[in-house]
């Protein structure tokens, strides 16, 4: 059976992913995972085992709310929720691994320094990573230089 993870940090950007993610897996007949990823700075010991976050913690019946507002959009595609704790890329590429997803929908946003982007991004890394195919899907951004075709190939063009 074909496996799509979706990582989510439950932005509009994410959302858009997850629609398209949702898509896929009804016309692949797969099985869909969402991830989302808590910073391990951001809760107790008391609330978690390992990287996992207990399912009686506040914080994980908080997104679960969230991840129930994501699956009354999923076209009726079955869809499991998976809340890790620690470093983003690391558990999406390690959980992609482990349950030996076929493909990555995740969304990137535009930074406006490029240097930023190549170091840092999420799905810049996850790309580079993950054992499977990641579909990286981009905003359009108000601070992005525009690209035309010209004759030679593409040219930026400016902003006026």
């Known amino acids: 059976m074909y496996t799509i993870l979706h990582p989510t940090d439950f932005s509009v950007d994410s959302e858009q992913a997850f629609r398209m993610a949702c898509g896929i897996a009804r016309d692949q007949m797969a099985r869909m995972l969402v991830q989302y990823v808590i910073d391990g700075d951001r809760c107790s010991d008391h609330d978690r085992r390992g990287d996992e976050l207990l399912p009686e913690s506040r914080l994980y019946q908080s997104n679960l709310i969230r991840f129930e507002q994501l699956q009354a959009q999923a076209y009726n595609i079955p869809i499991s929720f998976h ?66 075709p010209d004759q030679f190939g593409w040219q930026f063009q400016d902003q006026d």
């Not at 809340?83 to 946003?109: H, M, P, T, Y």
């Not at 993950?130 to 035309?148: D, I, K, R, T, Y």
């Open 83 to 148: 809340i890790k704790i620690g470093s983003a890329i690391e558990s999406i590429v390690n959980f992609a691994l482990q349950e030996a997803c076929d493909l990555i929908v995740l969304a990137a946003r535009y930074h406006d320094s490029l240097i930023y982007e190549i170091h840092s991004s999420v799905s810049v890394c996850v790309i580079s990573l993950a054992h499977c195919p990641v579909l990286c899907l981009s905003q359009p951004n108000e601070f992005a230089p525009h690209v035309v």
